[in-house]
């Protein structure tokens, strides 16, 4: 067992080194084309068994940070790391009951995602779900409208949605699969809640599978010598993933502070100069949305008015009675020609039946409003200039956010990594933060712009 506190040990000695063995043995053969010694569909057997293709962040660690048992297993990854792999082969082997992950099948079992459709997307249907990691033998039997998996062995997962932590009260479990965590709306209440009803078994534990972001309860699991942590990079899953992803991923954040989070994994730490903290954001969150006066749909379209695609920034949010702003949907859009994004944004003014649509126009000049309107005449489009710089622009805004006057309607987890990654010089590694801008055009118009003010909403 390691004494590396930064290290869980994982493996026993005597399984990596027969793992090793397998590995090696299988690549002389393949050099060699000696397939005589073993044969070849039991090594072909042994090596598409997880156990064989799991790397050592994604294996269970035998012990916390204590060198105790673990209650809480945090596995922290880059986007595409096999975070969500880690977690489906880890039900899997619980509910087998398979030596390496439990002594015994393991019976309750929870799975909690951001919403519902992500429960069953991405943890149970996705490609590296739970149905996708079992062989048509012992995969489980699906019900999505009981929200159940049932293995043949009479072990039975729940999913749940972190939007609803109310359902949580009740039933019991003796492990949990949290996916996504750092995105969950209610991320603490959830957590809470779950720890109520995780008390079946000898052993009740839980896995925690996210792309880190600096959540106060991600932080305190880093900081708890109780918990055991396991994490890695983007690139450590490089052969497993579509070709071009990381690229695409190294392109857009290489050596910025969000590549840290996005590509390495690790949690970014607040910039001391940055217009929005993460407190103050936490501080917008809300469950209901009033009704709403005026509603606004923002565009920051691609700086370039050639069809070269590029991303856009696109943010709708509503202003009450009260002046209070409620961000309703970011639904930016990255690499994007314009009828694309032109598209889009009407789609958005459309759903939320909106009053205007705001578009910047000093970037694309005339562009952005010729393309909307050959896409739908009938939009009203608002054009804005840029006078001042962006930080200058943001920062009533940010102000209305300190004054709590500004909502969020659900998490927006990159624009929010956007807002407090924006400081006086911009964002790090000189890219654009659309997401933002098209943030501050709609609060800008809904709530700070002369043309629209109206006395009786101004409670300054
Ligand atoms: N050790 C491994 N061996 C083989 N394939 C793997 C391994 N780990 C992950 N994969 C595969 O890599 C792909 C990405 O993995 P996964 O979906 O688990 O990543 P993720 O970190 O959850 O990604 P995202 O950030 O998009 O949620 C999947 O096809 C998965 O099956
Ligand atoms: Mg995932």
């Given amino acids: 067992m390691t004494t590396d506190p930064a290290l869980p040990a994982t493996w026993p000695g005597y399984a990596k080194s027969l793992r090793r063995l397998l590995l090696e043995f299988n690549r002389q053969q393949k050099a060699t084309r000696k397939i005589d010694l073993i044969d070849p569909r039991l090594a072909d057997y042994f090596l598409s068994t997880w156990a064989a293709k799991a790397r050592e962040d994604q294996w269970p660690p035998l012990t916390a940070r204590n060198g105790q048992p673990w209650t809480t297993w945090l596995v922290m990854g880059g ?3 096999g975070k969500t792999r880690t977690g489906a082969e880890w039900v899997r082997g619980l509910a087998l009951g398979e030596p390496d992950f439990s002594a015994a099948p393991v019976g309750r079992i929870a799975l909690i995602a951001e919403t519902a459709a992500d429960a069953r997307d991405v943890m149970v249907e996705g490609v590296s779900g739970i149905l996708s990691v079992h062989k048509n033998f012992e995969r489980p039997d699906w019900q999505p409208s009981r929200r159940r998996l049932e293995w043949k062995n009479g072990a039975v997962a ?9 359902s949580l009260r009740g039933p019991q479990f003796e492990c949990a699969w949290l996916d996504e965590f750092a995105k969950w709306r ?16 000898t052993h ?4 925690v599978t996210t792309t880190p972001r600096p959540i106060p309860l991600l932080r305190k699991f880093m900081d708890d010598p109780h918990v055991a942590v396991s994490h890695a990079a983007t690139v450590r899953n490089a052969e497993n993933l579509a070709p071009g992803f990381l690229e695409r991923m190294i392109a857009r954040y290489a050596g910025t502070r969000l590549g840290r989070q996005e590509i390495d994994g690790q949690i970014i730490e607040e910039r001391s ?21 005026r509603i606004a749909v923002a565009i920051d379209p691609p700086a370039s008015s050639s069809h070269r ?13 009260d002046g209070f702003v409620y961000v309703l949907e970011d639904a930016s859009l990255a690499a994007a020609r314009p009828q694309k994004w032109a598209r889009a944004a009407i789609a958005l003014y459309e759903k939320y039946q909106a009053d205007s649509l705001v578009a910047e126009v000093n970037q694309g000049g005339e562009m952005v409003e010729a393309v909307i309107r050959e896409a739908d005449p009938n939009v009203p489009v608002t054009q804005v200039r840029a006078t001042r710089g962006k930080y200058l622009r943001a920062a009533p805004v940010a102000q209305l956010y300190e004054q709590g006057r500004v909502k969020h309607a659900r998490p927006f987890p990159q624009l929010e990594d956007e807002m407090c990654a924006f400081g006086p010089e911009g964002m790090p590694g000189s890219r654009s933060p659309d997401r933002l801008d098209a943030l501050v055009w709609a609060v800008t118009a809904l709530a700070l712009s002369k043309k629209h003010a109206e006395p009786r909403l101004r409670r300054l």
Avoid: Y
């Avoid at 954001?281 to 949305?289: G, H, P």
């Fill in 79 to 81: 986007r595409g790391a």
């Fill in 186 to 201: 209610h991320a603490e209440e959830t957590f809470n809640m779950l720890q109520f009803g995780l008390r079946l078994g």
């Fill in 158 to 166: 729940q999913i749940f949605s972190a939007e609803d932590p109310e």
């Fill in 204 to 207: 009740p534990r839980q896995l």
């Fill in 273 to 293: 100069d940055a217009l929005w903290s993460r407190a103050m954001i936490e501080a917008a969150r809300c469950d209901v949305t009033p009704p709403l006066k």
């Fill in 309 to 321: 695609a590029d991303n856009c920034g696109l943010v709708a949010a509503g202003i009450d009675a």
